[in-house]
C-alpha cells in the first residue's frame, strides 16, 4: 500500500541507479533543483540544502490546511493538504515555479527518480496573486495547496519544495516539510530535569514508544529516530537510547547529554494594529513611506511572555489584501553585559529565525539601546535575542529571560530505512508538548 509507485519491473533500474550514484557525491542532478547550498545561514529553522527567502519575500507560510498553527505534516494518501503563501514586494504580479525533491533524514537528497516520489505533473505553476489596497510598499499575495491535482506525493519523507521565479528561473526560497504514512502506534512524554543545565537550567528529555508494523523485520537496523524542539527543524536531535527488547515495540529517548533546554521562551509581538493605541508600539509615524513603528524597548531579564511560538496564535501575518507593512524598530536594553562591538540579532517568525546582517542591532550610544528595523506585515509573531556563539552557531539563551522550566512543543519522527528501495519512509511524526509533567 505504502510503495504504489513501485513494481517489480523499477528494481533493476533502481539498482542501476544505486550503482551510479555510489560514485558520486550527494547532490541533486536536475538542472531545475541545482540550488544554493554554499553560503552557510545560521538558523534552527533552516535545515541542510534550505535557502532561506531574499528581502523581496515576505510573510512566507507553510503550514497543514485548516489552521496557521498545525505544522507541515500531511499523511500519505489522505485528504490533509499544505497550504503555502507568501508576499513579494513589487508593483508587478509575478509567476513562480515551484519544485520538490525527497530527502533522507538527515535533508540528503534522496537520489531516486522524481516519478518515484511524485505523480502527475513533477511542478506546480503560481501566478496572479492579490495586490495590496492600502499603503506603500506595494505587495502581491500568494497561496496555493497541495496535493491537488495537479501533483500527489507517491511515498512518505522528508521533503523539500523550492520557489523559482519563472522568468528569470532565479531559485528565491525553499521549506521543508514531512509526508508520514500514520504507520504503527506511538506514544511520547517529556522528562525535565531540574538545575541539570550548564547554568542550572532545567533540561527537557523527550521519550517515545513506538509499536511498529508487522513489515518491519530488522527494527535493530532499520529504525531510527529524531526529536525535534518548537519546529526548529534545523536543530533536529536523533535518539542515541532506544531499547528493543519487546518483541513490537521500541522505547527511544534523548541522552542528558543531548537533552533540550526546557527555559526556551519568547518574546510575543502584538501587530494586529498599526495605531498608537497599540499597546507594543511607543511611536508610530504613519506619515513615513514606509510607515514607522517604535516599539517599546525590551529589557533582559523583565521582557518575554514565555510562550512556544507554535502554541498560540502567533507566526500569522494578515492575509486581507489591506494588510500594512511597517519598518518596526526593536529597541533592546542589555544591562551592560554586551560589548559595543558583539553581535546582537533579532530573530523570530517573521525572518525565518536567521541570524544575518540585515537582523543585525547596531548599539545607540545615545540612547543606550541595541537597536534594528525590519519590515514586518500586521499580524501576530513570536521573537527573541539572539548573538553569535562562533562563525556557524547561534546562542539564543545568554539573553533569554527564563532559566526555569518552560512549555516547549516537540515533534517525534520515526524513520525506516527501506530495505529494497534504500530511501527514508516516514513512519510517524507525533507532536506533543510538555506540559503534562
Not at 118 to 126: G, R
Not at 360 to 369: A, D, F, K, P, T
Request: hydrophobic share 35%.
Amino acid at each position: 500500500m505504502f510503495l504504489k509507485a513501485f513494481t517489480r519491473s523499477r528494481l533493476f533500474p533502481l539498482i542501476v541507479l544505486l550503482a551510479f550514484f555510489g560514485g558520486c557525491s550527494a547532490s541533486v542532478s536536475n538542472s531545475s533543483n541545482n540550488y544554493q547550498t554554499s553560503q552557510n545561514y545560521i538558523s534552527r529553522y533552516l535545515v541542510p540544502n534550505q535557502l532561506p527567502a531574499p528581502q523581496s519575500i515576505k510573510s512566507v507560510q507553510l503550514h497543514r490546511r485548516g489552521s496557521v498553527n498545525h505544522p507541515p505534516i500531511i499523511r500519505l494518501g489522505s485528504s490533509e493538504k499544505l497550504v503555502l503563501s507568501f508576499d513579494e514586494l513589487t508593483t508587478l504580479s509575478g509567476q513562480f515555479r515551484i519544485t520538490f525533491t525527497h530527502h533522507d533524514k538527515n535533508w540528503n537528497p534522496s537520489n531516486i527518480p522524481q516519478n518515484w516520489y511524485l505523480e502527475n505533473m513533477q511542478e506546480l505553476i503560481l501566478g496572479g496573486g492579490n495586490k495590496n489596497q492600502l499603503s506603500d510598499p506595494d505587495y502581491y499575495r500568494y497561496s496555493i495547496s497541495f496535493p491537488n491535482n495537479q501533483l500527489d506525493f507517491l511515498i512518505s519523507g522528508n521533503y523539500m519544495l523550492h520557489v523559482t521565479d519563472f522568468n528569470s528561473g532565479t531559485r528565491l526560497f525553499s521549506l521543508p516539510f514531512f509526508v508520514t504514512e500514520d504507520a504503527g502506534e506511538i506514544s511520547s512524554w517529556v522528562e525535565t530535569n531540574y538545575n541539570a543545565g550548564a547554568r542550572y537550567e532545567a533540561l527537557d528529555r523527550p521519550f517515545s514508544e513506538f509499536v511498529y508494523p508487522d513489515f518491519i523485520e530488522f527494527p535493530e537496523f532499520d529504525l531510527s529516530f529524531k526529536f525535534v524542539q518548537n519546529r526548529f527543524w534545523g536543530a533536529a536531535k536523533e535518539s542515541e537510547n532506544y531499547d528493543f527488547s519487546e518483541e513490537d515495540r521500541a522505547q527511544f529517548h534523548l541522552s542528558r547529554e543531548n537533552a533540550f533546554y526546557a527555559n526556551f521562551d519568547f518574546i510575543g509581538l502584538n501587530l494586529n494594529s498599526f495605531t498608537q493605541n497599540n499597546s507594543q508600539i511607543i511611536e508610530w509615524r504613519p506619515e513615513l513611506q514606509p510607515p514607522l513603528a517604535v516599539l517599546r524597548e525590551d529589557v533582559l531579564n523583565f521582557t518575554a511572555a514565555p510562550s512556544t511560538g507554535w502554541g498560540s496564535s502567533y507566526g500569522n501575518p494578515h492575509s486581507s489584501a489591506d494588510a500594512r507593512y511597517a519598518n518596526v524598530r526593536f529597541r533592546f536594553e542589555d544591562g551592560g553585559q554586551l560589548s559595543a562591538n558583539q553581535g546582537v540579532y533579532v530573530v523570530g517568525d517573521f525572518n525565518q529565525w536567521l541570524l544575518s546582517e540585515q537582523n543585525r542591532l547596531e548599539y545607540n550610544e545615545s540612547s543606550g539601546y541595541w537597536e534594528t528595523t525590519s519590515l514586518i506585515k500586521e499580524g501576530t509573531y513570536t521573537y527573541k535575542y539572539a548573538i553569535k556563539s562562533s562563525a556557524s552557531e547561534i546562542d539564543d539563551l545568554t539573553l533569554s529571560d527564563a532559566i526555569t522550566r518552560r512549555q516547549q512543543e516537540y515533534t517525534s519522527f520515526v524513520y525506516y530505512q527501506d530495505p529494497d528501495y534504500r530511501y527514508h519512509r516516514l513512519l510517524q511524526a507525533q507532536s506533543f508538548s510538555s506540559s503534562g509533567n
